[in-house]
């Protein structure tokens, strides 16, 4: 499966997760993929921290708006009866605990729900952004990463070890191989991508993980 149909997977798999009323936000990179997969008779309120209440789904090519994009540059539509104001407004509504769900890609997470996605040792970094706001502002977190770097390495550890974003926030993990709940004992593994097996998501996986006898699958 390719990266692409990878990103779809994991967008389809979170956006299963959405109740009907919903107001979420969706972070920079997989998360935005969210927003293309939600399902049909489920209404929710997409935020992007750049200003917008009301995001719709990536525009078709060729449509593009140049004034709309979301918070990491990319283009977007708009919803009907959608609301545009300034920055400060936007982080009441994260800070003010008005978002039911938050998105947020990571270079890791581990087992205790801790999450490490704003900079890596010596490299140059843009800045923590709104992450840590949404971490401790939203009512339900939600991690969306590929489960191994490019080097085969994992991403979901016992211990995060780059520079923490949020300390125990997270409550959920999906990657393009696996769906897991955080739990006190370790990473509940509820499902595994169609793609790939349990065995080899035991080899890539450093945390613990708690495997049901028959975990399901998604696609």
Request: include cysteine; charged fraction near 20%.
């Amino acid at each position: 499966m390719d990266k692409i149909k990878k990103i779809e997977m994991i967008g389809r798999r979170i956006a299963r997760e959405l109740g009907n009323g919903d107001f979420i936000n969706l972070g920079i990179g997989i998360p935005t993929e969210v927003a293309n997969q939600i399902p049909e008779g489920i209404k929710v309120t997409i935020q992007t921290e750049n200003g917008l209440l009301g995001l719709g789904p990536a525009p078709e090519k060729g449509k593009e708006h140049k004034d709309l994009i979301n918070a990491s540059g990319s283009y977007i539509t708009e919803q009907p009866g959608c609301s545009y104001f300034d920055t400060a407004t936007s982080f009441a509504i994260i800070r003010g605990g008005h978002l039911d769900m938050t998105v947020l890609g990571a270079l890791e997470v581990d087992q205790e729900g801790s999450i490490a996605n704003w900079m890596v040792p010596g490299k140059l970094s843009p800045g923590i952004g709104g992450a840590m706001d949404l971490l401790t502002g939203a009512k339900s977190v939600v991690a969306a990463l590929f489960h191994t770097d490019k080097d085969g390495n994992s991403k979901i550890l016992k211990k995060c070890r780059l520079p923490l974003t949020g300390y125990k926030k997270i409550s959920i993990i999906v990657t393009d191989m696996a769906f897991m709940v955080v739990t006190p004992q370790g990473l509940l593994l509820k499902e595994i991508a169609c793609w790939t097996t349990l065995e080899e998501v035991k080899r890539v996986t450093e945390a613990d993980l708690l495997i049901p006898d028959t975990p399901g699958c998604f696609y």
